[in-house]
């Protein structure tokens, strides 16, 4: 770790970024927070998905930084990013929509065993 902190932040294009170092553990942690890796003559550009919304957006930022502080990671959240007043944390991940799943067998038919 080191004491940079790791800045997440919304561009001048509206897209919501990270930048500062970090290391295998915190990439994994954004990435699970549904932050994109993309290449760059630099290393990498870590950002959001476009398009999908400035509430999506703060609060898969908001919990991207709360796990990291949770880690103890050093983290600056742009404050258009909070979803809940600083200092309060994020009760869980995002809400994601179901999964489709299969069918349960039509009535009076029971399923193989």
């Known amino acids: 770790m080191t004491s940079e902190p790791i800045r997440i932040t919304r561009g001048e294009g509206g897209e919501v970024e990270v930048e500062g170092r ?8 954004l990435r699970r927070a549904g932050f994109l890796f993309e290449p760059s003559l630099r290393g990498y550009w870590i950002r959001l998905p476009f398009d999908l919304g400035r509430d999506w957006e703060n609060e898969h930022a908001s919990w991207a930084a ?17 979803i809940s007043p600083p200092g309060q944390s994020t ?6 929509r179901p999964a489709m799943t299969a069918q349960a067998p039509p009535a009076g038919r029971q399923a193989r065993r």
């Not at 970090?22 to 942690?29: G, K, L, N, S």
């Not at 709360?66 to 909070?82: K, Q």
């Not at 009760?91 to 994601?96: E, F, I, R, T, Y």
């Open 22 to 29: 970090y290391d295998a553990f915190a990439a994994e942690v």
């Open 66 to 82: 709360e796990m990291l502080s949770a880690a103890r990671y050093p983290v600056r959240l742009d404050p258009d990013l909070h």
């Open 91 to 96: 009760p869980s991940a995002p809400k994601l």
